[in-house]
């Protein structure tokens, strides 16, 4: 049924018991239900860091003045069996979407003394395909992988001095239940914390999240009904994180939900690797399960220029040649927001200064972020669509004096030198044989460069001082080295900022499309100068 639900972000299923298995894959993640007693692991097969388990952990009546009905209660679930059904291939009822259903349920003895039952159930639907705006389930989005599950407590018997008696532990026999409260435990990498801004949405960890739901299907009715204010309630008992949800009186069944997800992007972003040198700064982006199909990124030379295209070479300090033996400094800054989306960000930064080329007074910063959400990003009038593991840095040179600018005076003799450019290049290189530029791209201003499994867009389009512009002629430059593709960027003077907008695109989607809508910005300001160049990575086809 079509309820709230337990959501669990997944690409591989396994169902384990005592003979009882049901296996359903889509990716690389898995579940474990087990039967006995009751538990359900959720783990990425090639990492277990930020795995996540969920397990009963009590059934409880309790009457109009909040008390637990003691005789009505199951507070032991460490040998009651679950019985798992086999698995079909289904729709999801609404909206309709491709899915595996399978279900684990389990009889409680309620009330022994008068022969009481009630069953147990959760019914897990996995979803094969991505769901789209339009095909939300209870108000969130499905990825392939994710799981729904639907808590039901079916055919309970509440004391009722009319009816059923029950005595409480001090000879009370008027009892009347008023709710059934359901108690689970969640554990992940990291104790549950409500996420700033939300109401029932808590973090676990790495990318991990649990969301409560206050809502309640009863009696078969798809009309659903809110619980008492405060539940579900986040408890803290023995250090295990508890969520009770609290299931107003029912003739028949109620019906309650959560979601837990491992991570709100493509199952295949779990195998991603970052790697980062903390001499060079060289950044590499790959996956795993396909080590060969990688971008590499390299930082070449900074080289100030005179209006006639010769280096300035002295005095020293306005130039910076090659990163090889530059030792960064690298920052691991967890989640935030950018603009409106989860990232993660990386910070790795250094100063630009060597003996040969002397101290230019600048230093380097690149700040790298994935994508944690889909959606949008927004640079000026421009707006680009974004993936769950898009990858994006920023490479921003901060503190460049220029020549003749401001107080800085250089001189060759008795030539004053007047900075007219700021050179910087940049090697990319993706898992083809070679970059190769595509003549049938686009059209206008831009450029458009076959990485092999991604695709980069250069345009000559600056904003100069809030002014659209173009660069030079003949830039950007490419120069092909060996496999490899040095990309050559040449700002013009300005007095306060200058913004470039390269974009790498590509690394497919879904059936291998590509041109997920990737951009960049980058922006130069005052004499005291931050260049800031933005490269957006979609790395989806790495992981297909």
């Known amino acids: 049924m079509a309820g709230e639900l337990l959501v669990l972000a997944l690409a591989c299923l396994v169902v384990g018991s005592y003979g009882a298995n049901e296996n359903v894959t889509v990716g690389k993640r898995v579940v474990k239900a087990t039967d006995v007693p009751g538990k359900i692991e959720l783990y990425n097969s090639n990492n277990m860091t930020n795995a996540v388990s969920i397990s009963f952990v009590s059934v409880k009546e309790i009457d109009s003045n909040n008390t637990e009905i003691a005789a009505h209660s199951v507070n032991d679930f460490s040998q009651i069996m679950f019985t798992l059904s086999a698995k079909q291939d289904m729709n999801y009822p609404s909206p309709s979407l491709p899915a595996t259903k399978f279900s684990m349920s389990a009889d409680l003895v309620v009330d022994a003394a008068n022969n009481l039952t009630a069953t147990l159930t959760a019914e897990i639907w996995v979803f094969k395909t991505n769901g789209t705006t339009a095909q939300q389930v209870d108000g969130y989005d499905i990825y392939a992988g994710d799981v729904k599950v639907n808590v039901m407590v079916k055919n309970w018997t509440f004391c009722d001095p009319a009816s059923v008696t029950c005595t409480s532990g001090d000879g009370q026999t008027n009892l009347t239940g008023q709710f059934v409260d359901v108690t689970i435990k969640v554990k992940g990498m990291k104790p549950a914390t409500l996420k700033s801004g939300t109401t029932m949405m808590y973090t676990l960890g790495g990318w991990s999240s649990y969301r409560a739901s206050n809502k309640v299907m009863s009696d078969g009715s798809a009309t659903t009904v809110n619980m008492p204010t405060g539940y579900p309630m986040n408890t803290i008992v023995s250090g295990d994180d508890l969520f009770t949800a609290r299931l107003p009186k029912f003739s028949t ?216 512009k173009t660069m030079a002629d003949g830039y950007p430059k490419p120069v092909q080295v060996g496999s490899k593709m040095v990309f050559q960027f040449r700002f013009p003077p300005f007095d306060t900022k200058v913004f470039y907008d390269p974009t790498v695109e590509g690394l497919g989607g879904e059936g291998g499309s590509g041109g997920n809508g990737t951009g960049a910005g980058s922006y130069v300001t005052a004499s005291y100068a931050i260049l800031v160049i933005a490269l957006f990575f979609s790395v989806n086809k790495l992981w297909m």
Request: a negative charge; one cysteine or more.
């Open 253 to 468: 069944s109620a019906t309650y939900g959560n979601i837990i997800s491992l991570g709100r992007f493509k199952h295949f972003f779990d195998s991603v690797v970052i790697k980062t040198l903390g001499q060079s700064g060289k950044t590499q982006y790959y996956s795993t399960d396909n080590p060969d199909k990688k971008v590499t990124i390299e930082f070449r030379d900074l080289q100030e220029k005179t209006a006639d295209g010769k280096k300035i070479s002295t005095p020293k300090g306005h130039a910076f040649n090659g990163f090889a033996s530059t030792a960064f400094t690298i920052e691991d800054l967890g989640e935030e927001k950018f603009q409106s989306l989860d990232v993660k960000r990386t910070r790795f930064h250094a100063p630009l200064n060597k003996a040969d080329t002397g101290d230019t007074g600048a230093t380097l910063t690149v700040n790298t972020y994935l994508f944690m959400d889909d959606g949008t990003v927004t640079y000026g009038n421009d707006t680009y669509n974004m993936r769950a593991g898009t990858m994006k840095f920023d490479v921003q040179v901060s503190g460049w004096k220029f020549c003749g600018r401001g107080s800085t005076e250089c001189k060759q003799g008795n030539d004053v030198i007047v900075g007219d450019s700021l050179d910087f290049e940049i090697l990319i290189k993706g898992s083809g044989d070679k970059v190769e530029k595509n003549n049938t791209a686009g059209s206008g201003s831009k450029d458009e460069y076959d990485l092999g499994d991604a695709k980069l867009v250069l345009s000559n389009f600056i904003m100069v001082d809030d002014v659209g």
